[in-house]
């Protein structure tokens, strides 16, 4: 039965996972998403519904370890946070190639190096653009709320087993530690070792039955096999695009300015576009849900409409080079972010749009990009 609970972010994270029926997350302690793996100790999911998780000697043993339970054609997730996740850029890698369902969520801190602790969006390239080595994407959902770090979980593992690809949650060290109300979902029951057999014994090593034995690989030393199996993963991008791509957009049917920004620096957006609409500015929001697949087609449309774009970040600037893309230049773009753990204003994101769009409306981004942080 579903339940309304006040959580953090990564507490929502951890419990939606059981009620999933995840069957194992492999995991180790960083900041700011040790909340994860303390809260699924603490609930012990293993007496609830035989959920395993273990702490894992090192970031680099714990995605191995998702590699080796995916291949099973079970449901296995991790969680890390910025550093952690660059160890874990090499498995991520090889499970993407080897072509199997898994969920990875990424609690974004700021760097480089060890950086800081606090919120960053400065991992989008690492995201976006593949990450790790080799011609591959990682399907990534961008929660903007503890509501929906909760939810996309099990969205996160649907997409994980319609494409056989590792998911990639990537949320921030705001979302992960802030509080809301979060309706957590009714319990699903983990499928049982027949089950898995039945859905995935064509692909997954489910042990010995009546067909050909199945390997899980990303290796193919014949240049053709190799060049067969990245063509097969291109394709199954070409279906995330097509089929899969999701967004939100507030205020946009009359908008003359545009803001666009995921996840936490999408709250901050949308009370920016209230504070415009008060001065008479006609702004509006389109939020990337998916940052790859990523909205296009709607930026392309919108800026036959609007006369600038603001792409507000947590970040040196990331994402506007998607934005860029998207708008193939049609209108003005600019960038507004904070780094080093700073959080950007309402006012600051207003007024940004203010002076480097609206004033400067024939500035283009290149222009722009040295002042882009205020």
Do not use: C
Request: glycine letters at 8%; a neutral charge.
């Amino acid at each position: 039965m579903s339940e309304l609970k006040l959580m953090k972010g990564n507490e929502a994270l951890a419990e939606a996972a059981i009620r999933a029926g995840v069957d194992a997350y492999f995991g180790y302690p960083i900041t700011p998403q040790s909340e994860v793996i303390e809260y699924l100790m603490t609930e012990q999911p293993e007496k609830r519904t035989g959920m395993v998780v273990l702490q894992a000697e090192s970031e680099i043993a714990a995605i191995n370890m998702v590699y080796g339970a995916a291949s099973t054609g079970k449901k296995v997730m991790t969680s890390s946070s910025s550093p952690g996740i660059s160890l874990k850029l090499e498995g991520i890698s090889y499970i993407a190639g080897a072509e199997l369902p898994a969920v990875i969520v990424n609690v974004v801190r700021g760097g480089p190096g060890l950086g800081t602790i606090q919120p960053s969006q400065a991992d989008y390239f690492q995201s976006v653009k593949g990450g790790g080595h080799g011609d591959y994407k990682l399907y990534v959902l961008a929660p903007a709320s503890v509501q929906e770090m909760s939810d996309f979980v099990e969205d996160a593992f649907d997409i994980a087993f319609k494409y056989r690809a590792p998911v990639l949650i990537l949320s921030d060290g705001l979302i992960g530690q802030m509080m809301e109300k979060v309706v957590l979902k009714d319990q699903q029951e983990r499928l049982t070792d027949e089950e898995v057999i039945k859905k995935y014994d064509s692909w997954a090593t489910t042990g010995k039955t009546n067909r050909e034995r199945n390997i899980i690989t990303s290796l193919d030393l014949q240049s053709e096999k190799m060049e067969a199996r990245v063509h097969r993963l291109m394709k199954k991008y070409e279906q995330m695009e097509l089929e899969d791509t999701r967004y939100e957009e507030f205020q946009t049917e009359d908008a003359e300015y545009l803001f666009v920004a995921y996840g936490s620096s999408s709250r901050i957006a949308q009370k920016a576009v209230k504070l415009a609409r008060k001065k008479g500015i006609k702004a509006g929001l389109v939020r990337p849900i998916t940052l790859f697949p990523y909205p296009k087609k709607v930026l392309f449309k919108l800026a036959n409409q609007v006369k600038g774009i603001l792409s507000v970040e947590l970040n040196a600037g990331q994402m506007i080079e998607d934005v860029l893309l998207s708008v193939e230049h049609k209108v003005p773009v600019a960038h507004f972010g904070r780094t080093g753990g700073i959080i950007h204003t309402p006012e600051e994101v207003l007024e940004a749009l203010e002076q480097k769009i609206i004033k400067n409306g024939s500035i283009r981004h290149h222009k722009t990009r040295e002042s882009s942080i205020l």
